[in-house]
């Protein structure tokens, strides 16, 4: 395997404040690399030195095999490109914003049409050229931003929280983007995300991060195995919670999540184990209701943050959880802070990492 | 002045826009020219310095700023006065025999405007969401190339400061007296007010005309702004 990017225990520091500590690190060409960490643990730093964006402020960088200066950074930056977790775009045309890194390439007119053409089509925005990029909705917004990324055909591709604060269908539209993508051009992927299933799911890698530090790095299953140990520190991951696990029944456990929080799982596991929802997979609920959900938990709402096109709601039924739903219920269910509220998810949205 | 004197004044400035009175037309046609001239200049140097006040940071950023953002009120008279002593036959510029020419008149509107401009279009630069640099570098722009997207983001802003720039121009009089003498819309009306009230009047129609017009552009502008 080529090593496409090298980082020798790189820093980088913002007047006085460290982001970043001592990363050593080697991305090889073709996988699809995962940074897993909390908010504020350096993973938009990172990418935005993988991006040429951003300068270490210490240490050394290498791409393929040549060490990256102040003189030849420019140029580099056209090896790779990123896409931020917030969309910017240009206010401009869905084709213009699409368009202007060929065009600041020099790319002919007709082949700039074709590549915005299939660019658009990986994320299932054929015949949104003409439309004010501005006004589109906010999983649109954050596809048009991959679309404008897609079409360069860059070596690398940087990706900070693709799907994070995204509807369901954009979601799955874009990690089915990014994953034809690498098989189709052979393109490097490095992705941010504090979404532990997203990080299970897609890499061929993972880098769990925190502090501004890489913890470790390995396949999913490697990672994964030491996830539980080091979890602790991952208190602040999305419903990633520890417990003592107990076969209860045919393929059913039960978890003990400490102070007689308990939880089903469909899955058989025994001893101390580290689970994962995921907030989509979460019901909210005004008043107690009878479904097949086996979890069903009473609380309040401690935190509302406004997504764009979905709300994240932190409900504290004995254990904080994460609720992810659509604006447009949230607004129709007239929730507020402290509002009391049931949640119920199925046994088998329980992930046993 | 009576009543019936009153609306057979407005009726004969009236009658002076509608036929076409020489003089109207003429010193109208060169307050749009000099205004829209002294506006152009003060974009043409204001807009790069307001880019650099507000996309860079250096040392004394905060006192250019505050000085140019106090020199927006700088009252025309004095300015005017200052330029026509750097222009009068005896003055530094003297030589130069500017004075009382419509180009006096463009330098020193230019120079009056330029502080707002500047004010304005910072201001509107800055208001651009800052990572649009980044995203233009990150898709293969330049320096240079990523202060031009930026630019771009601000148009709106910055055609509305161009015509804040035009409006204080040709609705200024202390600079257009001192260095021009009586040449356009400003300095005739005040002029003709003992001689000659309806041609006064005229001109102030069109000048309230011109301002209005450049108002209602400058708000529509600020909508379309999404």
């Not at chain 1, 393929?251 to 939880?263: A, H, Q, R, T, Y």
């Not at chain 2, 649009?132 to 570098?137: G, H, P, R, V």
């Amino acid at each position: 395997m080529n090593c496409i990017v090298e980082l020798d225990n790189v820093s980088k520091s913002f007047s006085g404040l460290t982001a970043l500590q001592g990363i050593s690190l080697r991305i090889w060409e073709g996988e699809i690399l995962t940074f897993l960490g909390p908010n504020g643990s350096g993973k938009t730093t990172l990418l935005k030195i993988l991006a040429f964006i951003e300068k270490p402020s210490e240490g050394s960088m290498y791409y393929r095999g040549g060490k990256v200066t102040d003189e030849n950074m420019a140029w580099l930056r056209r090896k790779a490109t990123m896409v931020f977790q917030r969309p910017v775009l240009l206010n401009a045309t869905v084709y213009d914003n699409v368009a202007y890194g060929l065009k600041i390439r020099g790319f002919p007119k007709g082949e700039i049409s074709r590549a915005v053409k299939e660019a658009l089509g990986l994320v299932h925005l054929e015949g949104y050229e003409k439309r004010p990029a501005r006004k589109l909705s906010g999983g649109e917004q954050q596809r048009v931003s991959l679309a404008r990324a897609l079409a360069l055909k860059t070596e690398l591709l940087l990706l900070d929280e693709p799907t994070a604060s995204l509807d369901p269908k954009s979601a799955a539209i874009i990690e089915d983007a990014i994953v034809t993508v690498n098989r189709k051009h052979g393109s490097t992927i490095v992705m941010a995300t504090h979404n532990v299933f997203q990080a299970k799911a897609m890499p061929n890698r993972v880098a769990l991060m925190e502090a501004g530090r890489i913890r470790e790095v390995g396949t999913p299953h490697e990672v994964f195995s030491v996830l539980s140990k080091t979890l602790v520190s991952f208190a602040a991951l999305d419903n990633t919670l520890i417990g003592e696990a107990k076969v209860v029944g045919d393929g059913v456990s039960l978890i003990d999540l400490g102070n007689n929080f308990k939880i089903v799982a469909a899955k058989k596991a025994e001893g101390k184990v580290s689970v994962f929802i995921s907030p989509e997979d979460i019901i909210l609920s005004r008043t107690r209701f009878e479904s097949s959900a086996r979890n069903l938990f009473k609380g309040r709402i401690t935190e509302i943050s406004d997504m764009g096109s979905v709300v994240r709601l932190r409900v504290d039924v004995g254990k904080p959880f994460t609720v992810q739903i659509t604006k447009r219920s949230f607004e129709e269910m007239k929730l507020n802070l402290n509002s009391e509220v049931y949640i119920a998810f199925k046994a088998s949205s329980v992930h046993i990492l | 002045m009576h009543m019936a004197d009153f609306w057979q004044i407005l009726g004969e400035a009236f009658r002076l826009i509608l036929t076409g009175d020489r003089t109207v037309y003429q010193t109208t046609l060169l307050s749009l020219l000099v205004s829209g001239t002294a506006t152009l200049l003060a974009f043409l140097w204001g807009v790069p310095i307001a880019a650099l006040i507000a996309l860079k940071s250096f040392r004394g950023k905060l006192l250019i700023k505050s000085m140019f953002n106090a020199l927006v009120g700088i009252p025309t008279v004095a300015l005017g006065l200052i330029l026509y002593m750097l222009l009068s036959r005896s003055g530094p510029l003297g030589f130069l025999g500017l004075l009382y020419t419509p180009t006096a008149i463009i330098i020193g509107e230019a120079v009056l405007v330029t502080p707002l401009i500047i004010s304005l279009a910072s201001s509107a630069i800055e208001a651009v969401d800052p990572e649009i640099i980044s995203l233009a570098k990150t898709l293969g722009a330049s320096e240079s190339q990523a202060s031009t997207a930026v630019l771009r983001e601000a148009a709106n802003g910055l055609m509305v400061a161009g015509i804040m720039g035009f409006n204080r121009a040709i609705s200024e009089l202390g600079v257009a007296l001192m260095v021009g003498g009586n040449m356009v819309l400003t300095t005739r009306i005040a002029a003709q007010i003992n001689y000659d009230i309806a041609l006064s009047l005229s001109l102030t129609i069109i000048l309230l005309l011109v301002v209005f017009a450049a108002n209602i552009l400058a708000y529509i502008i600020r909508r379309r702004k999404a």
